[in-house]
Nanobody, 115 residues
Framework: QVQLVESGGGLVQPGGSLRLSCEASGRIFSIYFMGWYRQTPAKQRELVATITRDSTTSYADFVKGRFTISRDNAKNTVYLQMNNLKPEDTAIYYC?????????WGQGTQVTVSS
């Protein structure tokens, strides 16, 4: 069993940056996909970015060029660097680790973009 714990959320002004971290209690090297998702009260949970075990990345169109996902298997940690944040990026951000027969979620971290 793997537990995922997110951190790094907070309040930031428009145009600012935050880096989210997702630390796994176990080894994430064996987890094929790691991803970041977000959810607001008005929307269903949506995909932000994913990264495979060999660091192939994929992004939602609304974050391309602004967000970067990365993973450090030695530290059992996945990161989401978020730059040029906009008010519409305000959401709870969740970390997910999944594969063919497993699916792990973190508890989420709040990101608020406001002046």
């Amino acid at each position: 069993q793997v537990q995922l714990v997110e951190s790094g959320g907070g309040l930031v002004q428009p145009g600012g940056s935050l880096r989210l971290s997702c630390e796994a209690s176990g080894r994430i090297f064996s987890i094929y996909f790691m991803g970041w998702y977000r959810q607001t009260p008005a929307k269903q949970r949506e995909l932000v970015a994913t990264i495979t075990r060999d660091s192939t990345t994929s992004y939602a169109d609304f974050v391309k060029g602004r967000f970067t996902i990365s993973r450090d298997n030695a530290k059992n940690t996945v990161y989401l660097q978020m730059n040029n944040l906009k008010p519409e990026d305000t959401a709870i951000y969740y970390c997910r680790g999944f594969g063919d027969d497993y699916d792990y979620w973190g508890q989420g971290t709040q990101v608020t973009v406001s002046s």
